[in-house]
């Protein structure tokens, strides 16, 4: 069975939006296999970011991701790497479509790109290699 790696970034969290996160994608039939909340170190950021190390965003992503707790879950079902990033929308909210997650929570301002509420893996390879960085 395919498994993902699911972040609720610290906006998602700050705005009370996990549970309501967290349910969307129960709803749509995935299976809830592990899950905490953790306040996210620079070493575990710097491996799970690390394709964008050096890129101008690079580091406000990382504070972002410091600044509050981080709620962490691995996700099982068919499909669910697509079908949670299909859940999720695309990167800026602007964009995402409604009846997505960034789409209809995500801020239409600010450091919106940056504050989409929501990680998931891309991929079958980066979705083992995130849940071995998060989950050890
Ligand atoms: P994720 O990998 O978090 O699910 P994604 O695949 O939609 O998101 P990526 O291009 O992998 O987006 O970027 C990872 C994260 O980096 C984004 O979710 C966003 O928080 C941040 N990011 C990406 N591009 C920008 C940008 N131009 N400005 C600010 N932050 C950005």
Redesign the pocket.
């Known amino acids: 069975i395919e498994r993902t790696l699911v972040?609720i970034?610290p906006d998602g969290v700050t705005r009370n939006l996990s549970g309501a996160i967290l349910a969307r994608i129960e709803a749509k039939g995935y299976t809830l296999a592990q899950l905490e909340m953790v306040n996210a170190t620079r070493e575990v950021l710097e491996q799970h970011?690390e394709?964008?190390v050096g890129?101008?965003?690079y580091e406000?992503?990382v504070e972002?991701m410091l600044s509050g707790p981080v709620v962490a879950a691995i996700f099982e079902g068919n499909s669910v790497i697509a079908g949670f990033?299909s859940l999720?929308g695309?990167?800026d909210p602007t964009v995402a479509a409604p009846g997505t997650i960034r789409g209809d929570f995500g801020r239409d301002w600010g450091?919106k790109?940056?504050?989409?509420l929501?990680?998931?893996?891309?991929s079958v390879l980066s979705a083992e290699r995130e849940i071995g960085i998060w989950f050890g």
């Open positions: 972040l970034k970011y394709e964008h890129k101008p965003f406000p992503l972002f990033r999720a695309a990167t450091l790109v940056q504050q989409n929501v990680h998931g893996s891309d």
